[in-house]
């Protein structure tokens, strides 16, 4: 496994979680992340098994809480010195997304455009220009090795313009294993624009490429994203993809008291 991408903290935390990649297929509750280890289950992955992560990593990824669950786990946190930081949860079935994804990609790409490959080598130069991108808009990248799907089923897509330069991107895998009611649902997100190129409807075309492009390569059922309460542009373009708003179920990173969030 290879490609890892930011801060030290960070490619540390992204090998770790490449690392367990078996136990975290294997194992009741536990998912897979990305960023950190994590779970979507506290109960049946068990509080031990968090703790002894939190000591180690010093954050911990929750997917897929109900709220009354995620107000247990943020009490249990506190009682740790932790916090959870949460996101709201974004669902649609498959046959509602890729409806409302045909009309988005049914006008053609932006002007000056052009889809990329999907990127295969997890230390390849389009693989790296694509996690550059991703962290210019403040999101941390997944590694090399999950865009490009060496730890299980993902897909990774990306824009240029026509200098060949990475002008948007986003991603999609399944994180949830066969232990998991949610083992059919697919994960979407690290959606970035570059600067320069927003307002010109990239964000939306390849958020619909991106989960059009997952339901017909991973076969999933659901797809899902995550978005921040303050993050009005996001909630907009998952909206227009055919997402709607779950307010029973939460998303969140467990991170110290003292730091600040893990991600936007």
Partial sequence: MSGYFGTEVQQRLQARAEEAAA?????PGACQTGRTMGCD????????????FLE??????FRLLSAVKAREVGLRLEER?????????????RA?????CAVILSDGLPDGSSSMHSPHDPDGDDTRRIQTLIAETGVVPFSGSLLVGRCGPAKTF???DREGRVVAAAHGYLPHNAHSPYRSHAWGGLVAV???QRGRGLGSCINALMIAGVMQDLQATHIYEIVSASNAASRRM?????LRHEPDLVSGIATPVSEERFTR
């Fill in 56 to 61: 180690r990593d010093g954050v911990f990824g």
């Fill in 158 to 160: 990306a824009l240029q």
């Fill in 23 to 27: 136990f975290i297929a294997a194992t």
């Fill in 41 to 52: 289950d506290p109960d049946r992955f068990g509080w031990a098994q968090i703790d002894e």
């Fill in 194 to 196: 570059a600067a320069a």
């Fill in 96 to 100: 509602t997304a890729l409806a409302a």
């Fill in 81 to 93: 010195g932790f916090r959870l930081d949460t996101w709201d949860v974004y669902l649609a079935d």
């Fill in 238 to 242: 998952v909206a227009a993809c055919g």
